[in-house]
């Protein structure tokens, strides 16, 4: 038990370290980039050039703070519950994937309560048709996308087992009526 709980602790410890360093990694940019202001990085693919998110995820959704602010502390609160009381069923992938949507999410949770919009920075221009976003914001899209790949693979995997269980059953079946 005491072996379990020193993983459980180094692991807890790997978590809030992800988390905390992302955070501290969001804000100093956003910190930077409003102090240094427009940086044409690659014309037209990359700029870095401040933006005041006052909406909520990619520009949907009302201007109110108390709004984006209660529904971010609903999603992350569910996300972190979730990996607190489901720890020995999910992954470290999973986990980690998670944190990044946690520290995302807490990263522009700050910026919102502070100041009153979400500073967003990095412009991809003509690339993608995508809104300025932030390192937050990126983090938060690439845990999404993971997680909905880990499940999609899971899912992939389980149906396949399954349809080998059955064509095993069939070809048992098979056997007995010969």
């Known amino acids: 038990m005491e072996k379990k709980e020193k993983k459980l602790n180094k692991e807890a410890i790997f978590l809030i370290a992800i988390i905390v360093f992302i ?7 956003k910190i930077w980039i409003q102090n240094v202001g427009e940086i044409n990085m690659i014309p037209g693919i990359l700029n870095f050039k401040v933006s005041q998110n ?3 995820a990619y520009g949907i959704g009302s201007n109110s ?15 972190f519950k979730f990996i607190t009381t ?13 944190s990044f949507i946690l520290a995302g999410g807490i990263s522009n949770v700050i910026d919102k309560v502070i100041k009153g919009y979400v500073t967003e920075f990095i412009d991809l221009g003509q690339v993608a048709n995508l809104p300025v976003l932030n390192v937050a914001d990126i ?13 999609a693979s899971f899912t992939v995997k389980e149906w ?3 349809k080998t269980q059955s064509k095993l059953q069939d070809t048992d079946k098979q056997k007995v009526e010969k």
Request: net charge positive.
């Open 23 to 29: 955070i501290i990694i969001d804000q100093s940019l």
């Open 54 to 56: 006052m909406s909520a």
């Open 65 to 79: 703070t108390i709004m984006y602010v209660a529904t971010n502390i609903v999603i992350l609160g569910v996300i």
């Open 86 to 98: 489901q720890n020995e069923f999910v992954d470290k992938k999973l986990k980690i994937f998670l």
């Open 139 to 151: 983090l938060v899209l690439i845990g999404w996308v993971a997680i909905a790949a880990i499940f």
């Open 160 to 162: 396949r087992s399954k």
